[in-house]
């Protein structure tokens, strides 16, 4: 499978616990989209990498989430100290040299 | 501020029958727009995509249709078949900015 894949698929934690998620976008795309969904939205912009260089960040980003992409390949998506109101689906995107963007599975946090 | 919203929450079509899914954009600055298809528990899936020097595209089953006059955005998917039910969204994209979704249509497909 050569799409964008997402690790894990599921994670559910307590409130206050760290959670990181992995992202591996499709192998000749040069950038990387984290968004955020929640139930019956459309999925929200979060931060964007060009290569290894993040670009973008949105206001929903709060200090206590980071992103990295240490090599210009996979991504991970770190949140501290988790709240409920962090439930939702993490999604990644990747895109080459059209402005298209291929989203992977996603991986769906349950914070209790 | 600027959005993207849809005319329908949720439609439901006959088994064969067309369906047709509307957006509405109110940013007219943006020049590129993407479909996608959402089933349950997957990430959003690219459909078709259209820029807005065109009016129409075309793809396998789907067309979309772009009229700027009205910032109006369609998906028409042919004889659509059960596989089709999904929740549609449409994206706008502003030149330097990012990728604005809507909230999405949930197509039910009839047997």
């Known amino acids: 499978d050569t799409g964008v894949s997402q690790d894990p698929r599921h994670k559910i934690t307590k409130r206050g616990q760290n959670v990181t998620f992995r992202c591996d976008p499709i192998?000749?795309?040069?950038?990387l989209y984290w968004y955020r969904q929640t139930l019956g939205q459309g999925p929200e912009f979060l931060t964007y990498?060009?290569?290894?260089?993040?670009?973008?960040k949105s206001r929903l980003l709060s200090d206590r989430f980071s992103a990295e992409r240490p090599k210009g390949s996979f991504s991970t998506l770190e949140i501290q100290r988790t709240e409920q109101g962090d439930s939702a689906m993490y999604l990644c995107?990747?895109?080459?040299?059209?402005?298209?963007?291929?989203f992977g599975p996603g991986t769906r946090l349950t914070v209790t | 501020g600027e959005s993207v919203g849809l005319h329908l929450p949720t439609l439901s079509v006959q088994e064969g029958d067309n369906s047709i899914i509307n957006c509405a954009y109110s940013?007219?600055?943006?020049?590129?727009f993407i479909w996608y298809k959402q089933e349950s528990g997957k990430g959003p899936q690219f459909i078709i995509d259209?820029?807005?020097?065109?009016d129409k595209r075309q793809g396998q089953r789907v067309t979309v249709l772009l009229n700027k006059t009205v910032k109006h955005l369609s998906l028409q998917i042919a004889a659509t078949q059960p596989g089709d039910s999904a929740v549609y969204f449409c994206?706008?994209?502003?030149?330097?900015?990012?990728?604005?979704f809507g909230p999405g249509t949930r197509l039910s497909v009839l047997p």
């Open positions: 994206a706008e994209l502003v030149p330097g900015q990012n990728f604005v």
């Open positions: 990498f060009q290569n290894e260089a993040q670009l973008e």
């Open positions: 259209i820029r807005s020097n065109m």
């Open positions: 995107a990747s895109s080459g040299q059209g402005r298209e963007q291929y």
């Open positions: 940013n007219s600055a943006s020049d590129y």
């Open positions: 192998s000749e795309h040069n950038r």
